[in-house]
């Protein structure tokens, strides 16, 4: 007689990750604070209280599971462009808000105002594993202040509302609004990175308005404000457009559609239309790449910081998957091939960790440091360029340690995973931002000695062979764009070292720099050999 089997206990599953303190239980971002005022690291430790509740990890779910819908029409036909979101983004965005991510940048005091751009990364960092989509909009809000310090009247109206630290969704005009935010409308069909084959034109009505026509895409169209670059008598030239006209009537900005992005679902990306919209013009006519530039450094420090916590809750994820899951009667984290796998992962997230960290010190000390000013524009494009790259691989690898669980489209893992690569595109491209560097270093190299020179600093007089071999990288960048990649990935992991060095115990910064500086470039995980304690390290970097 056949009887039926019992089935298997159900004890193999993991356990929910959340809640815990995103603050006070990562080593590695206590590490990259350390030396703050006690007051702002109290905050952090507050903020990843709340950032890591369950139910706002359940925030960020529904947020992505009920993405933003696009109105473009009332029932008599009338156009309203109008964006319905769920309220988990709403209740999303308020938190973000409030907690500095729109603001801070721009108006910390006290213990805060020296230390604004590393303590804000702390909390994009954290607010990133929740859920990345909604910072965007914050991110945006921040980044355009520096453009719109280009016209003081401009700036005297719109800025307090941008800092106010209120999220105000409402669609009216900015005067009568509690809180305001603004986001870019620099993308075009046919003219992505290239600035110069922007299409849209700006005019001057008879009465001195100024008015754009022009599509735009990958824009943020539920912003109060869109600064957006176009054509003027000048040449290309920088301009804010509100959503509302100073009078209160809708602008003639026509929403086209929502993008259907294959991540960030929470984000509402879309394609506009003007049509003789008025705006306000930014700065001097024909600059208008000068007058974004530093909002585009901005911008990509944030992406480069999202990124990273995205990166760090995915090996979060997958590090609880492996203790928990248990194998041959063994956890798979005491699988030696698992073990090493998961820590020559968590030896690129920690430096990206490190780097997105010391770029975000830099920012801090720009103004009265010129070694910092030229960290922060030598490795911006250096740093966004390899995290970016980097990112996508560990989520990837993640999801493969959690196998089929990892890849359901319900999973944290798979939002993580669809919504990383969205951070290059957002930085410029990979491409572009090797570039940007090649661009810098024909300009001038006396950035990239100041830049070696601190990272000598760090890593000490080991390290000459490392920098002799970079300037030569560099040189062959300058006479051969096409090796620029090359030059760019050795220049981000050697100021990686640097930054682990400094700090992080030797035995984690001697790793990564025995796998990454001293041998052939790899292309998988699990590299690691038996003198590096693979076990170690996870424990440090993810206390149980």
């Not at 019992?6 to 959340?18: K, Q, T």
Request: proline residues 6%.
């Amino acid at each position: 007689m056949v009887t039926a089997t019992e089935p298997r206990s159900r004890d193999n599953l993991p356990p929910p990750l959340v809640p815990f303190n995103l603050f006070d239980r990562d080593p590695s971002l206590s590490a990259m604070v350390d030396g703050l005022p006690q007051p702002i690291v109290n905050g952090l430790s507050e903020d990843g209280r709340v950032w890591g509740a369950a139910e706002m990890f359940e925030l960020g779910r529904l947020a992505n599971l009920h993405p933003p819908q696009l109105r473009t029409h009332d029932a008599y036909g009338r156009r309203i462009d109008r964006l319905e979101v769920h309220p988990a983004h709403n209740a999303l965005m308020r938190r973000a808000v409030a907690s500095g991510i729109a603001a801070s940048a721009w108006n910390a005091a006290g213990p805060e105002a020296a230390v604004r751009s590393v303590a804000r990364a702390a909390r994009i960092y954290m607010a990133s594993m929740v859920d990345a989509g909604h910072l965007a909009l914050p991110s945006a809000t921040s980044a355009s202040v520096a453009a719109l310090g280009h016209a003081a009247p401009v700036a005297e109206a719109w800025v307090p509302g941008m800092l106010s630290g209120r999220y105000d969704p409402a669609d009216r005009a900015a005067a009568d609004k509690s809180g305001l935010t603004v986001g870019f409308a620099l993308s075009e069909r046919a003219a992505g990175s290239d600035r110069e084959g922007c299409t849209a034109e700006a005019r001057q009505s008879k009465d001195g308005d100024w008015l754009i026509s022009g599509h735009k895409w990958f824009v943020l169209p539920g912003a109060d404000g869109q600064i957006a670059l176009a054509h003027s008598i000048g040449g290309l030239s920088a301009f804010l457009v509100p959503r509302f006209t100073p009078d209160g009537a809708a602008n003639a900005v026509a929403i086209e559609r929502l993008k259907p992005t294959i991540g960030l679902r929470s984000a509402a990306v879309g394609e506009v239309t003007f049509r003789d919209a008025f705006a306000w013009p930014l700065g001097e006519a024909g600059k208008g790449v000068a007058v974004i530039t530093d909002s585009i450094a901005l911008m990509r420090l944030d992406e480069i910081t999202a990124a990273v916590g995205q990166m760090r809750h995915a090996m979060a994820l997958a590090i609880h998957h492996a203790r928990h899951r248990r194998v041959n009667t063994l956890p798979l984290s005491d699988h030696p091939l698992m073990t090493r796998v998961l820590a020559d992962m968590e030896l690129d997230v920690i430096a990206a960790t490190g780097l997105a960290f010391r770029l975000a010190e830099a920012h801090d000390r720009a103004d009265g440091d010129p070694a910092e000013a030229a960290f922060v524009r030598l490795m911006t494009p250096v740093v966004a360029y390899w995290i970016t790259r980097v990112a996508p691989a560990v989520a990837a690898e993640c999801m493969d340690s959690l196998g089929g669980s990892g890849y359901a489209a319900d999973g944290e893992l798979a939002r993580i995973f669809a919504a990383l690569p969205a951070a290059g595109l957002r930085c410029g491209g990979g491409n572009v931002l090797c570039m940007d560097v090649v661009r810098l270093l024909r300009r001038s190299s006396d950035t990239l000695e100041t830049v070696l020179a601190g990272i000598q600093d760090s890593l000490g007089r080991s390290a000459q062979s490392s920098l002799n071999i970079l300037r030569a990288a560099a040189a062959v960048a300058l006479a051969e764009e096409g090796s620029a990649r090359v030059f760019v990935e050795q220049l981000a992991m050697t100021a990686a070292a640097a930054v682990l060095r400094r700090r992080l115990p030797s035995v984690v910064s001697d790793a990564f720099v025995e796998t990454r500086l001293t041998k052939p470039w790899r292309s998988s995980y699990g590299m690691l050999d038996s003198r590096f304690d693979a076990r170690a390290f996870l424990n440090y970097l993810h206390p149980r």
